[in-house]
Every structure is written in C-alpha cells, then in structure tokens.
C-alpha cells in the first residue's frame, strides 16, 4: 500500500502545480478591489512577496474558505462571515482585527442627480418608478443584508422590495447603476468613489443598520513571515493613505509603513495573460483525461445492449442540462476536502482538487464530456455495422476489429469531439468558480477573470479584451476542428 500510494502521488504531482514560498493568498470582500489592489501593488513593490487576491461576495469566500480553499488572509465585509471561519477553527489566535469601516449610501446613475433626503418614510419607492433598486443580495451578502436593515429600519423595505434588483456582491450592484441598468442603487461609500458615472445622494444614518466593519484575519496553514508582515503592512501608513482615498475608515493601525508603486496595465496585463494561459492548460488537460473515456463510453452506448444503458446516457448528459453551479457544487460535496472522495484522496494520497487548478481540470471535463460523447457517438453510428461483423467472420477479435476498422473509420469524429470539448472547456464558468473559486494566477480562467473585470468600474476595456481572445479562440476550434475532420475523412476515404 505504501508503494501505491507513492506512486499515485507521483503521477498527480506531475501535473500539479507548486506552492509558491513568498506568496500570499487573500480572500477580500468586492468592496475592497480598488484600494487593496493598491496596497498589494505597494507591498510587492517593497518586498518582492507577491500578492494573489481573489474578491467576490464575502459569504461565498467564507463557505470557500470552510470548505478548505488555500487562503491564507480573509479580510470580509461583516463580522458576521469571519465568525463562522473563526468558528469552524480556521482563524490563528490573536490574528483577528477590525480593520476598515464604512458607510451606507444611494448612488444614481449620473452626475446631474438630485439628492435626496434619506430619512423614515422618505420616498424611495417615488424616486423608483418604473425603475429597479441595484442591492446586493439581502439575505446573504454583506451590503444587501446592511441596505435591508436600513431600508426596514426607516419603513420603506415594504414599498421597495418587489423593485429590487438583487446581484452576487456589491460591485456587481454598483455596475448595473454605472451602466444605467437601474436608476439607483445601495452600496457602500467606497464603491461610490471608485466610479465616476455615479452620484452619491443620500448617505443612511448609522443608527439605521449595523455598524459596518471590515475584519481580518490570518488564516490556519498560513502563517510564515509574508503572511503576517503583510497583514500588518494592512494597517500601515501607506495601507491607510490607499484605503482613506478610497472612502474607508481605518479602525485599526500599525506603525510600520509599506511604500512603493502600482503595477502597469498593457495589452494584454500579465494577469490577463495568465488567465489566458490557466485556460489553455486546464481546457488541455480536461481533454486529454477525458478522451479515452469518451470513445469507450461513446462506443458502448452507441454499440452495445446493456442493462442500464439509458441510465448512463442520461447520467453522461445531465451536466448538460444541470445549471452549471449544480454541477460545481455536487463536485465540491464530493471532490472537496469534506467530500467522501476527496477526503479520501487527501488523507491517503495528500492530493487535493478543490481550490485547485487541477480541479478546475475536472470541472471542465465533466462539463465538456457530453458533447465529445455525442460527436463522437455520432460517428460510430454512421459507420455500418456489418463492416465491423465482416472483420469478426475472419476471426478478428472485436477489440482488433475496433482498432482496424472501426476506429480509423471514427476519427475524424473522434477529433471533432475532442476539438469540440477543447472549446467548451475553455468557455466554462459555472460549475468551476463553484468548485475551485476564482483565485488569480491559480484558478482563475478566462471566464473567470472576465466575470470579475466586469464587476469592478471602469474594468470594461480589460474583460472586452479577455471576450475578444475568447472568441477567437472558440472560433479558431471550430474552424480547425472542421478543417482537420475533412482532411482526415479524404485521407481515409483515399485509402
């Protein structure tokens, strides 16, 4: 058992990727994207560490974090989310602080809107009309729950709730108000300074909702000097200058001090690159790992009568017609470090796929595996059947008679399906960002990094570039995966 599982070890760490010493992994609130890119750019600068930051919603961080995602720094929006990290033991002793508050306000859309006096009973629903209120998501998210605390605190919740436009962080709100999707929208203030397309006209009490306070907090299996010098370095002088303009308050501070300068966007950045690059891979692998297991299962639903045949073609395109966060999360339940697989896989062979580009590589072919089947099923069936029973009358056995005539026969399919996979493992989304997050550098493909840019203001030049390589590259699959089927049909066909 020792020599298996050395060698099984052996053979994943072969595709895995390595750790890197000096970097440090934050998981940070939306809000936080401007001012926290900042203080990494300076702290890198300074130190020579680097810096990777996933953001998003902070309960979804957290269940991430829980779930066993390789952060090494949370830093959320509410207390509420770093409670339940604190509580599931994943927050090393004395590392908690309160470190960042803010305020609650009505942006609009625009630069000539009115202001608006925000008090009980003000007429929220009136400045509406027709329009949709831009929050987000009230029962789970950060600034959706404050903004629903506010809104029942001054009486107008009732009148507002069926216009309420609700998005998977605050950022995500933010945007549909920049873009004119929704007249106004409730954010945090420090939102409000990061775009320039929107107005700030009304700002809520404080007695109207809950103080907001941004935690932080190292996190268990970090802890080397990075981690800790650059969660001080969070509530340096040069930290608080960054998250001051930025419309933060600093609760909490340290005298030592971080300068330096910001990173410089090109055509592509290097984090654009690396996106497109992790996509490659992970689509790369996804179809290699899964083509061998597509002609089998192709060829077996496509030849054989079987008990339980149309069980296995409905189980090999149910990822097709699950919502792909279905798919994500069912492999999360099972892959993940509590899964009853991946707790296996980590315990007796200390692999891990969650969080993981490598599990980003399992997604992608989970999700791609139906279409190569079907290309691949496809072309299995439009051969006929009696050249292969010729081939066995002569004595041939039905594995050589697969190899011989069958499978040169089915290549130009086989190719089709694979190219086809490769395609769609470079497009997927859903069900990876739900297994794997979306952590630049290690998890985060194209897709991925195209939904965050979008998230941010003034992002919309960085994701239109990231949606032009996209489609050249899915428009250049199609084409070759046409182009080499043709040639390779003349070829068979010439022989």
Same mark, same amino acid.
């Given at each position: 058992m020792p020599r298996l599982r050395l060698a099984f070890a052996a053979l994943v760490a072969s595709v895995a990727a390595p750790a890197l010493a000096d970097e440090v992994v934050v998981f940070a609130a939306a809000s936080l994207k401007n001012a926290l890119d900042a203080v990494a750019a300076d702290y890198e600068a300074a130190t020579g560490n680097t810096v990777t930051i996933s953001y998003g919603g902070s309960n979804? =961080?957290?269940?991430?974090?829980?779930?066993?995602?390789?952060?090494?720094?949370?830093?959320?929006?509410?207390?509420?989310?770093?409670?339940?990290?604190?509580?599931?033991? =994943?927050?090393?002793?004395?590392?908690? &602080?309160?470190?960042?508050?803010?305020?609650?306000? %009505?942006?609009?859309?625009?630069?000539?809107?009115?202001?608006v006096e925000i008090g009980p009973g003000f007429d929220l629903a009136g400045l509406l009309g027709d329009g949709k209120l831009s929050m987000a998501m009230v029962d789970s998210v950060p600034a959706g729950q404050y903004g629903k605390e506010a =809104?029942?605190?001054?009486?107008?919740?009732?009148?507002?709730? $069926?216009?309420?436009?609700?998005?998977?962080?605050?950022?995500?709100? %933010?945007?549909?108000?920049?873009?004119?999707? /929704?007249?106004?929208?409730?954010?945090?203030?420090?939102?409000?300074?990061?775009?320039?397309?929107? &107005?700030?006209?009304?700002?809520?009490?404080?007695?109207?909702?809950?103080?907001?306070?941004?935690?932080?907090?190292?996190? &268990?299996?970090?802890?080397?000097?990075?981690?800790?010098?650059?969660?001080?370095?969070?509530? /340096?002088?040069?930290?608080?200058?960054?998250?001051?303009?930025?419309?933060?308050?600093? %609760?909490?501070?340290?005298?030592?001090?971080? !300068?330096?300068?910001?990173?410089?966007?090109?055509?592509?950045?290097?984090?654009?690159? !690396? /996106?497109?690059?992790?996509?490659?891979?992970?689509?790369?692998?996804?179809? %290699?790992?899964?083509?061998?297991?597509?002609?089998?299962?192709?060829?077996?639903? $496509?030849?054989?009568?079987?008990?339980? !045949? &149309?069980?296995?073609?409905g189980l090999v395109h149910l990822p097709l017609i699950l919502p792909p966060v279905v798919t994500g999360y069912l492999l999360l339940l099972t892959f993940g470090r509590k899964g009853f697989v991946g707790q296996f896989l980590d315990q007796w062979f200390g692999i891990v796929l969650a969080f993981r580009w490598t599990g980003a590589v399992l997604a992608a072919a989970v999700m791609a595996f139906p279409l190569m089947v079907r290309a691949i099923r496809l072309a299995i069936e439009a051969v006929d059947p009696r050249l292969e029973q010729a081939a066995g009358t002569l004595g041939a056995s039905r594995p050589w008679v697969f190899v011989t005539v069958t499978l040169p026969l089915i290549l130009p399919g086989i190719i089709a399906g694979a190219i086809l996979a490769f395609a769609k493992a470079m497009g997927e989304f859903g069900a990876t960002i739900t297994f794997v997050s979306n952590i630049p550098g290690q998890t985060q493909t194209l897709p991925s990094a195209i939904y965050a840019f979008l998230q941010v203001p003034g992002g919309d030049d960085q994701a239109f570039r990231l949606v032009l390589v996209a489609v050249g590259v899915a428009m250049g699959a199609l084409i070759l995966s046409e182009w080499v089927s043709r040639a390779v049909a003349r070829r068979v066909a010439g022989q």
């Open positions: 979804a =961080l957290a269940k991430q974090i829980i779930e066993g995602a390789p952060a090494d720094i949370f830093v959320s929006a509410a207390e509420t989310w770093m409670d339940k990290v604190e509580k599931a033991g =994943l927050v090393v002793d004395g590392s908690r &602080t309160d470190l960042l508050g803010n305020t609650l306000v %009505l942006v609009a859309h625009g630069k000539d809107a009115a202001p =809104l029942e605190s001054l009486g107008v919740w009732a009148g507002v709730e $069926a216009s309420v436009a609700q998005s998977e962080n605050v950022r995500a709100a %933010l945007v549909l108000v920049s873009t004119g999707e /929704a007249p106004f929208g409730i954010v945090y203030a420090s939102d409000a300074v990061a775009d320039e397309t929107v &107005t700030v006209v009304g700002t809520f009490p404080e007695d109207s909702h809950k103080p907001i306070i941004y935690p932080a907090a190292l996190l &268990t299996g970090a802890g080397d000097a990075a981690d800790k010098a650059f969660l001080e370095a969070l509530s /340096a002088d040069a930290a608080v200058a960054r998250f001051t303009e930025q419309g933060f308050v600093v %609760l909490n501070r340290s005298k030592a001090g971080q !300068r330096g300068k910001g990173g410089m966007t090109d055509w592509l950045s290097p984090d654009e690159w !690396r /996106a497109v690059a992790l996509s490659l891979r992970v689509a790369f692998w996804a179809t %290699l790992v899964s083509l061998p297991l597509g002609v089998l299962v192709a060829y077996a639903l $496509a030849r054989w009568n079987f008990w339980g !045949r &149309t069980a296995l073609n």
